[in-house]
């Protein structure tokens, strides 16, 4: 920036110079221009492209730093590998690319002025996700007007955001919590039943009962507020355009977000939609807000309560307060309902494995009631079939929300710059031949601990499967969200057979939104397995 101001104050002066024609003005033009583009140039042929070039290039005139380059793709000049990211399957890209120039440990490429590295590599993912360097979220502008920064998922790394984390850690995602709140999985998965078993015989959609199912749950838990599942509510319909609105915006490649230049014009008019958002956002939330505050009578705490009952260091203004549980509604809703689809995309294409899940329900549960929560650590076969849709399907492919080095780090053997984004690509770890046995298969068996072995972990202590993150920045709604699918899996296997559509063959491809959705909903038929009138009792 400094130079181009120096080279315009150089070039007026010497316009106002009568040695200066015309034409030698013109000609100085065209030689800036030049050099402009060869500069260009010069940070492009610079592996990883032309952010990376341009640091490279910094560095070296000021002779700091001048170890070997991280092989990755160059891209265009100016705006490198954005076609990498600005894809619906941006994970399949980024793994095709690390393939290609040997980079799947360690692979670096540009977003316009961003540095980026992203692994293929388990060891590599656990020395960037668990180093406290790489603590922090990047900065991006759809995040932070979406108020995101002042919610845990983009607060930057520090008091605010531990504080965060121990609120929700205590209050909301600790086991005597989510213990707490089983009656109401308990009663959503029954509502489920009863919708899907109004659909008898005919073809339906998975997809819209479980996300209002999703939206459902998180409004008890968070807001106190608890709808039918059968019967549109004006509410929960607000509050679902908000999210899915709000999802779009995250899940979007803001140009402007990597191309400074174009920040202000603003050209996927994603500013102009956050601006509309957040203050129907703000109106929703305090809205609730100012409900629980005026109410007297004696109920079930949740979460807007909670909030409302901190004091001293904790205790938070209204505007984070609504940032906080916006993000909790948010990142709550989706995640579970998109995995529950892809389990049940993968139970109908494979009938053996339904047929033993089918077999171990029968046994632990067994026809004459419903599944209890209880009942879920004795479902080792069902455990082992979520661990390989996790596997095989990561809802957060590239999980969700990259990190940000906050000082010169080294990766890999690497030098990595402060300021750098750091990506993982759990996606392509969880299918690397490398890791596992015949990778695209779909093996649940492989989950299944032998005599003698220790169960695999997919919270995060093992990176070959980590869809929840690992280290500081690890999902906190972990065990909730594994707890909800699990269980609201089990109940809807052990209701039903579930079968493929007549119309719509179960289609596997995905697209990358904020998470990792089926690009063709699931649609299947169902088969009552225990009388109906049986099916809602314990
Ligand atoms: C199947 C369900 C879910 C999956 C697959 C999932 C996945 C993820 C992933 C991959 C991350 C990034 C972790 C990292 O950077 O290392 C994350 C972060 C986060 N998740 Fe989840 N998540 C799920 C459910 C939930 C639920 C139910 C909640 C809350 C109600 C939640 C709240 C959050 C929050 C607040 C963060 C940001 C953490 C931080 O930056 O400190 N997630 N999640």
Redesign the pocket.
């Known amino acids: 920036m400094t130079s181009d101001i120096e080279s315009v104050w150089v070039f007026a002066l010497a316009s106002k110079c009568r040695a200066f024609s015309q034409e030698n003005i013109a000609w100085s033009i065209l030689i800036i221009a030049l050099a402009w583009l060869v500069m260009a140039l010069v940070y492009w042929f610079h592996p990883g492209g032309p952010a990376w070039g341009r640091y490279r290039f910094k560095k070296c005139a000021s002779r700091s730093v001048s170890n070997r380059p991280i092989p990755g793709p160059r891209g265009l000049p100016f705006i490198g590998s954005m076609n990498l990211m600005a894809s619906s399957l941006a994970h399949h890209r980024i793994a095709a690319a690390a393939e290609a120039c040997k980079g799947k440990r360690l692979m670096a490429f540009s977003l316009g002025d961003t540095r980026v590295v992203v692994t293929c590599n388990p060891d590599v993912a656990r020395e960037i ?1 668990n180093s406290s360097v790489f603590a922090d ?1 990047p900065v991006k502008e759809s995040a932070y007007s979406l108020m995101f920064d002042r919610a ?2 983009f607060a930057p790394y520090g008091v605010y955001w531990r504080t965060l ?1 121990r609120i929700a850690a205590t209050h909301l995602f600790c086991p005597k919590q989510i213990k707490g709140s089983e009656e109401q999985r308990r009663s959503i998965a029954s509502e489920m039943v009863s919708l899907f078993a109004n659909h008898r015989n005919r073809s339906f959609h998975v997809r819209d009962v479980l996300k209002r199912a999703s939206l459902n749950n ?1 409004m008890v838990a968070i807001f106190g507020q608890k709808y039918k599942l059968d019967c549109a509510n004006n509410e929960v319909e607000q509050l679902r355009a908000l999210v899915d609105e709000g999802y779009d915006l995250l899940g979007t490649l803001n140009w402007s977000d990597h191309l400074p230049w174009l920040a202000e014009l603003d050209p996927q008019k994603i500013r102009a939609r956050c601006s509309n958002l957040v203050p129907k956002v703000h109106r929703f939330v305090s809205r609730i807000i100012s409900q629980h505050r005026a109410q007297t009578n004696e109920k079930a705490r949740d979460f807007v309560d909670v909030l409302l009952s901190l004091q001293g260091a904790d205790k938070l203004s209204d505007s984070d307060m609504i940032a906080v549980l916006w ?2 509604i948010f ?2 809703t989706d ?2 309902a998109v ?1 529950i689809e892809w389990i049940l995309a993968r139970i109908v294409l494979h009938p053996d494995v339904q047929s033993m899940v089918h077999d171990e329900l029968d046994e632990v549960v067994g026809r004459s009631r419903a599944v209890d929560e209880s009942d879920v650590m004795n479902l080792v076969y069902l455990t082992a079939v979520i661990k390989e849709v996790l596997r095989l399907h990561p ?2 492919p590239l ?3 990259a ?1 940000l080095a906050t000082t010169d780090t080294t990766v890999d053997g690497y030098h990595v710059p402060k300021g750098t984004t750091a990506m993982v690509n759990m996606w392509a770890i969880s299918r690397d031949p490398q890791e596992w046995a015949n990778p695209l298969e779909f093996v649940p068996d492989r989950f299944v601990a032998k005599q003698g072995e220790v169960e695999f972990s997919v919270l995060g202590s093992d990176l070959r499967l980590a ?5 500081r ?6 065990n ?2 594994l707890t909800t ?1 699990t269980f609201w899996v089990a109940t809807l296997l052990h209701e039903f057979e579930w079968l493929p559509s007549d119309q719509n063959a179960v289609d596997l491809s995905e697209v990358l939104k904020l998470s990792c959705e089926m690009a063709n909903p699931l649609c299947v038929k169902v088969r009552p397995r225990r009388r109906l009138s049986l099916s809602l009792s314990h």
Not at 473 to 478: A, E, I, L, Q
């Open positions: 996700l979220r845990i998922g984390r998180m993000e909790m990142r709550g995640t579970v995995l809802p957060g999980l969700s929300w990190r869809p929840f993150g690992s280290g920045r690890t999902c906190p709604g972990k909730l969200g699918v």
